[in-house]
Protein backbone atom coordinates (compact mmCIF):
# COMPACT_ATOMS: atom_id res chain seq x y z
CA UNK A 1 0.00 0.00 0.00
CA UNK A 2 0.91 3.45 -0.90
CA UNK A 3 0.56 6.17 1.76
CA UNK A 4 2.49 8.66 4.11
CA UNK A 5 2.41 8.64 7.90
CA UNK A 6 3.80 12.12 9.49
CA UNK A 7 5.74 13.41 6.40
CA UNK A 8 7.06 9.71 5.53
CA UNK A 9 6.24 7.62 2.59
CA UNK A 10 5.93 4.33 1.65
CA UNK A 11 6.36 3.81 -2.58
CA UNK A 12 7.26 0.12 -2.77
CA UNK A 13 9.88 0.59 -4.82
CA UNK A 14 12.09 -1.20 -2.19
CA UNK A 15 11.57 -4.89 -1.97
CA UNK A 16 14.16 -5.52 1.04
CA UNK A 17 15.99 -4.37 4.27
CA UNK A 18 17.84 -1.80 2.27
CA UNK A 19 21.08 -3.54 4.47
CA UNK A 20 23.13 -4.06 0.59
CA UNK A 21 21.43 -0.47 -0.49
CA UNK A 22 23.95 2.08 -1.78
CA UNK A 23 23.66 5.33 -3.56
CA UNK A 24 25.46 8.05 -5.61
CA UNK A 25 25.27 11.37 -7.05
CA UNK A 26 24.94 10.96 -10.93
CA UNK A 27 24.36 13.49 -14.13
CA UNK A 28 21.99 13.94 -16.15
CA UNK A 29 20.97 16.64 -18.90
CA UNK A 30 18.63 19.16 -17.10
CA UNK A 31 16.22 19.05 -19.92
CA UNK A 32 15.15 15.64 -18.75
CA UNK A 33 12.81 14.65 -16.35
CA UNK A 34 12.81 11.62 -13.99
CA UNK A 35 10.81 10.03 -11.45
CA UNK A 36 11.35 7.70 -8.84
CA UNK A 37 12.16 4.10 -9.34
CA UNK A 38 13.22 4.94 -13.28
CA UNK A 39 15.60 2.68 -15.05
CA UNK A 40 18.29 3.96 -15.77
CA UNK A 41 21.68 3.58 -18.03
CA UNK A 42 24.94 5.10 -17.45
CA UNK A 43 28.64 5.53 -17.70
CA UNK A 44 31.07 6.81 -16.34
CA UNK A 45 32.64 9.91 -17.71
CA UNK A 46 36.12 10.13 -16.17
CA UNK A 47 34.53 12.82 -13.56
CA UNK A 48 31.61 11.02 -12.33
CA UNK A 49 28.45 8.86 -14.14
CA UNK A 50 26.29 10.21 -16.19
CA UNK A 51 23.07 8.93 -16.76
CA UNK A 52 19.67 8.48 -19.20
CA UNK A 53 16.65 6.76 -19.27
CA UNK A 54 16.83 3.19 -20.66
CA UNK A 55 15.94 2.45 -23.41
CA UNK A 56 15.95 -1.23 -25.18
CA UNK A 57 19.84 -0.51 -26.63
CA UNK A 58 20.91 -0.01 -23.10
CA UNK A 59 20.14 -3.88 -22.93
CA UNK A 60 23.64 -5.35 -23.07
CA UNK A 61 26.22 -3.87 -21.19
CA UNK A 62 25.55 -0.58 -19.40
CA UNK A 63 25.62 -0.48 -16.42
CA UNK A 64 21.96 0.30 -14.90
CA UNK A 65 20.50 2.27 -11.79
CA UNK A 66 17.45 3.15 -10.25
CA UNK A 67 16.19 6.73 -9.74
CA UNK A 68 15.90 7.18 -5.74
CA UNK A 69 14.26 10.04 -6.17
CA UNK A 70 11.95 12.45 -8.61
CA UNK A 71 13.96 14.95 -10.44
CA UNK A 72 13.38 17.79 -13.07
CA UNK A 73 15.27 20.62 -14.45
CA UNK A 74 18.22 19.56 -12.43
CA UNK A 75 21.83 18.63 -13.12
CA UNK A 76 22.67 15.76 -10.49
CA UNK A 77 19.85 13.30 -9.44
CA UNK A 78 20.56 10.14 -6.63
CA UNK A 79 20.62 6.75 -8.18
CA UNK A 80 20.27 3.55 -6.46
CA UNK A 81 23.53 1.52 -7.78
CA UNK A 82 22.49 -1.70 -6.21
CA UNK A 83 19.81 -3.18 -3.33
CA UNK A 84 16.71 -4.88 -3.75
CA UNK A 85 13.60 -3.66 -5.33
CA UNK A 86 10.21 -4.26 -5.98
CA UNK A 87 9.86 -5.66 -9.89
CA UNK A 88 6.72 -4.01 -10.30
CA UNK A 89 7.24 -0.36 -9.29
CA UNK A 90 10.36 -0.20 -11.61
CA UNK A 91 9.73 2.41 -14.54
CA UNK A 92 10.62 1.42 -17.97
CA UNK A 93 9.07 2.22 -21.31
CA UNK A 94 10.07 -1.87 -21.99
CA UNK A 95 9.73 -5.11 -19.98
CA UNK A 96 12.60 -5.11 -16.98
CA UNK A 97 12.83 -8.86 -17.53
CA UNK A 98 15.07 -7.86 -20.49
CA UNK A 99 17.98 -6.53 -18.20
CA UNK A 100 17.32 -8.77 -15.55
CA UNK A 101 20.95 -10.08 -15.85
CA UNK A 102 22.54 -7.02 -16.12
CA UNK A 103 20.75 -5.77 -12.80
CA UNK A 104 21.61 -8.96 -11.40
CA UNK A 105 25.06 -8.98 -11.97
CA UNK A 106 25.08 -5.42 -10.31
CA UNK A 107 23.62 -6.96 -7.02
CA UNK A 108 20.23 -5.02 -8.52
CA UNK A 109 17.85 -7.34 -7.55
CA UNK A 110 14.27 -7.68 -8.53
CA UNK A 111 11.33 -9.33 -6.28
CA UNK A 112 8.11 -9.48 -5.94
CA UNK A 113 6.67 -7.07 -3.36
CA UNK A 114 2.55 -7.87 -2.24
Known amino acids: MN???AGASYDSLLGGDGSRLWTINAHVSSDTTIERGALLAGVYDGSGVSVHLATTADTVGSD??????????????????????NRS?????????????????????LTEVI
Open 64 to 85: LYIAAEDAASVTVVTVYGNGVF
Open 3 to 5: GTI
Open 89 to 109: AIKSAFDVGLVEGELRRQNII
